[in-house]
């Protein structure tokens, strides 16, 4: 034992002599000190010089000056922790210890480490940054084994994770041999956070280190606690904690944790430490990672080492699937080290190194050209890889093509949304103008980076389909969306839809960024009444006809959180609650492409009795969500709008009884030989009203002024 401690039961503590003796040094000194600044204070305060006038009570003007700066000074000396953070032991005026926020702080400012917990299990992830690479591999742990069941994963000042984790270890194997059974996680918790909480005392400083221990039983599933520097114990559903922890709770947060596998939560967990890296960082990540669930039998595993290089990576879900799948052969085969060469994944054996299958999921992409492995591996069973496929991927393997568009598309609409978070968070849009003299079309690298995800993602998967974008010019993203929506997956789709099949009659018509002038002219960042009117738009159209949409809004008001509303030709809309009908028709229309003729048919649906007032808003998609949301009709009465601009709010508008046509009731065509304008502009209704007294109402002469050209390429 060392000196000053004692052995209760299975704790350490410290002796109360021991402590009576450091509480006494420490009172004594702290009062010599408080003594000695009164002194210099009052020394200060009433010094004197002859030549210098007194006031009544004998005080010079410099003393009166010094005694006016300490008194104004007070409060903020004890607010920045001056005088007040020299030990752990010394409240503030205010009540804070600014030794243990100065802890926290160490933990803030080390790597990110995200924690997620479901009812299949716990996954803990943490980009490890190395900062030579004269290091040795799997050196300075930041996951380890407490016992069988429980796990821990430590993040802040690596001396103090390895003391934390040491006396952590020591503290499972006690109660092993006291009690002859594993101590749970949540005594071992408590015990931890009792030790942490000691060296808040004054004792020493605090513990730079937060701690999070996980398991998993069959009746409660998973079990998550987080220590923090002060002593603190939560159990947590999810936690992140390090430089970019508030990025990775916005990420976490999109997650249905619960109906996640344990495989799920492994592929969530990296893609989240590789999509909130800095810019600048090298491209070559290190993670280590612990988890525990069903499928581990209930015993925490740990891997210390993964290399991805996801500049080379499509999907990084399905590349670290590879790494999983690798890693449970490795661990049946000694003295083979897995390495990372160029495209694809080897296994060096003592002969001769050999690549992974084509049985593995893995794609790559290089010079825009995409890689995929085909030669044969011995050592991997099939039973293996049918063992790793989770929820998700079982779903998608036997849904049906159209399902599987529609899931991918909305999962791959939502990273784009996330995307252009990010960039407007970074402060440079980098607008350029598109448009002609005359008309301002403004093209943001929101815009670029947007389209390049969401095309490249579906074109991976679906490579036999047309896809439109709006976007010639695209700005490359290192890691793309391979995820698709269980939401969707879930659905029975009907014999008609189930039966279309991968061809080229199927075109995904896609706006990356629908709104753009609103999101370039947005001067605040958190204006939401501006930014809901930026959405995502996907269209789904087969032979001419849209049979499914997507649209993604990244703010929606009033709370400026994301929303996706999606639907499918006889499924019913998704995402959003259609509003009944209303006493007041207003009329959603353009804010900043006005002209002549949708001026006049305002002024023609207004005398009819057909408008009460009129709402100017950006963007095709947002204006048919105001529809869906209370508005009674969109119109357009001009050619400025486009294909990819008007599919998906058709699709989403018509599953949910409403009707959208050009301004003279001819339905719009989706074929990928059309005309990529509406020249004959855009009438949309509500599901109250009715389409035809509308269509009516328009004067023939504004209609054969907009003729719909169906000419084919």
Known sequence: MEHGTRLVGNSVYFDPKYMNTLAQVYTYGAAAWFVFIAIMQAILLFATDPREPKDDKGKTESARMLLRHHETNKNSMSSIGTGYDLAASTFSPDGRIFQIEYAQKAVDNGNTMVALCGKHGVVTAIDKVIASKCYVENANPRMANLNEEVGGAFAGVYPDCRALKDYAVREAQKYLKEYREPITIKKLANAVAEYVHIFTLGISRPFGVSAFLSSWDEKKGGSLYLIEPSGLSYEYRAWATGKHRQAAKAEIEKLKLDDLSLEDMVKEAARIVVAIREEGKDKEVHIEMGWVGDKTGGKHEVIIYITLHCYDCVSFSNLFLSQFLVRRYRQQSNGRRLRWKRKIWRIESDSSPFPLSSLLPHTVVRDNAVHRLKEPITGIAVGDIQEMSGTESEMYGKACFLSRLVASSVKVSQSAG??????????????????????????????????????????????????????????????????????????????????????????????????????????????IATLQQVTV???????????????????????????????????????????????????????????????????????????????????????????????????FASPGCKKWDTAAPQAILEAAGGTLTDISGRPLIYSSDIQKGNSGGVLATAPWVKHSDYLNALPDALKQSLPEFAARK
């Open 418 to 527: 996330s995307l252009m978070k990010s960039i407007l968070a970074k402060g440079d849009l980098g607008v350029i103008d598109k448009g002609s003299e005359t008309a301002y079309d403004p093209q943001t690298e929101a815009d670029r980076a947007a389209q390049y995800l969401i095309v490249q993602s579906l074109q991976k998967k679906f490579k036999n389909i047309c896809i439109i974008g709006e976007e010639e010019k695209v700005s490359k993203v290192e890691v793309l969306e391979d995820g698709a929506s269980l939401d969707v997956l879930n659905l029975s789709f009907p014999s008609d839809l189930s039966s279309i099949e991968e061809s080229n009659d199927v075109v995904v018509w896609v706006d990356p960024l629908d709104g753009t002038t609103e999101l370039a002219r947005a001067e605040d960042k958190t204006c």
């Open 537 to 635: 738009l996907i269209g789904i159209a087969y032979k001419g006809s849209v049979v499914g949409g997507v649209i993604h809004q990244p703010w929606s008001f009033p709370t400026g959180e994301s929303r996706t509303i999606w639907a499918v030709k006889g499924l019913g809309v998704h995402g959003i609650e259609v509003a009944k009908e209303k006493n007041e028709k207003v009329i959603v229309t353009t804010k900043s492409h006005g002209t002549a003729t949708v001026e006049e048919a305002l002024k023609e649906l207004e005398r009819r009795g057909l408008s009460t007032s009129v709402l100017r808003v950006g963007g095709a998609g947002f204006k048919v969500l105001k529809v869906l949301e209370g508005a009674a009709a969109y119109v």
